[in-house]
């Protein structure tokens, strides 16, 4: 390994999700932020280097994604796999590498998680399949002449491997049918040998008859009881998903009608300087209520206090019109003497 702490680094990461006894995606996540692991990225190397790291760490984390490790860990390395190829800083993307010899048990992991309902996990190994993050190879690692000689098998961490299950790597369909077999074969053998051909002798009895039918029972109600165990875990997280949901979302309800209290019921006062800038209230809301004018509204007064401002101020500098002075009327003087003495004026001869 080119690169020393990156196993490490995985396995940190890997541990603290399984410390957590769930696969879901949104608790994979708050611990890839809290540890802040897209960091792994930010060393300042160069583009060659950058490379070359991005695939160490994708084959690092890529043999976690296979047998023989926990259904959680599996889980979680494609997290893990999906993390890395989204916040690598290379140009074009760095691919993961997979084996064909592999893809069947990744198939197989993709069906266990559509059969037990674990949605998220689906869509996130879709999403890697649309993005094409997988690029398909003869060998998991990149193979050049004589580099037999420099690979070190580095050993598997036990608390991520996956327990074997001892009962059905020694009891298989099989074998079961195989001792089925020789069971009938050996009551065919006793008759034979037996004075009455149609039953065997009771002194050749030296297992019981119905061994084969008992063992074939046990192991059908251990099976059963494996399965309705894996039902019973996947029922609690999910009870446990849906309770914190409601449990986040009443809070979140209850937040906001509080934050809508203060807002619609407290009215800030502002300083002398400021109080041109404050929100305008509506007060003909019912019930007490004040209501914020919308913005619609309070561009519309805007304009009408400017427009009446605009009108003061022309008035002003408008001069009012001057008003003529009136005339007195003219009252032309009358000769009292004359008018009262000698009464009408005498005509004048005319002189032709």
Not at 157 to 178: C, G, H, M, N, Q
Request: charged share 30%; net charge positive; with cysteine.
């Amino acid at each position: 390994m080119n690169f020393p702490g990156i196993k490490e680094d995985c396995e940190t990461l890997l541990g603290l999700f399984q410390a957590t006894d769930s696969v879901r995606y949104e608790v994979f996540l708050s611990i890839w932020k809290e540890i802040k692991f897209n960091s792994i990225f930010y060393g300042g190397m160069r583009s060659l280097e950058s490379n070359r790291f991005t695939r160490e760490i994708f084959s690092v984390a890529s043999a976690y994604f296979l047998p023989p490790y926990t259904f959680q860990i599996r889980v979680g390395a494609m997290y893990l796999l999906y993390g890395l190829y989204n916040t690598q800083l290379c140009q074009p993307k760095q691919k993961i590498r997979i084996a064909l010899k592999d893809w069947a048990d990744i198939e197989q992991l993709h069906q266990e998680l559509i059969s037990a309902q674990h949605l998220d996990a689906v869509y996130i190994f879709r999403q890697m399949r649309r993005m094409r993050a997988f690029y398909f190879t003869g060998m998991p690692t990149m193979l050049t002449f004589r580099s037999q000689k420099s690979i070190q098998l580095e050993a598997n961490k036990e608390e991520f491997l996956d327990k074997k299950d001892r009962v059905a790597d020694l009891i298989t369909s099989e074998s079961l049918e195989e001792i089925m077999n020789i069971q009938e074969h050996y009551q065919k053998t006793k008759c034979h040998l037996s004075a009455d051909r149609s039953q065997p002798d009771k002194a050749l009895s030296l297992i019981k008859e119905d061994f084969t039918d008992n063992l074939q029972s046990l192991v059908e109600g251990y099976q059963f009881w494996k399965q309705e165990k894996k039902t019973l875990i996947a029922q609690t997280d999910d009870e446990q998903e849906g309770t914190s949901q409601e449990s986040e979302g009443s809070e979140r309800a209850r937040h906001i009608a509080q934050i809508k209290s203060k807002t619609y019921t407290a009215v800030t006062q502002a300083v002398k300087s400021r109080r041109h800038r404050q929100v305008q209230m509506d007060m003909k809301s019912e019930a007490g209520i004040y209501r914020p004018l919308t913005r619609a509204e309070r561009d519309k007064a805007r304009r009408v206090k400017k427009k009446a401002e605009r009108e003061a101020i022309r008035k002003a500098k408008t001069p009012l019109p001057q008003k003529k002075p009136e005339k007195m009327p003219v009252i032309p003087e009358e000769d009292s003497s004359s008018s009262s003495e000698d009464g009408p004026a005498s005509k004048r001869p005319r002189h032709y």
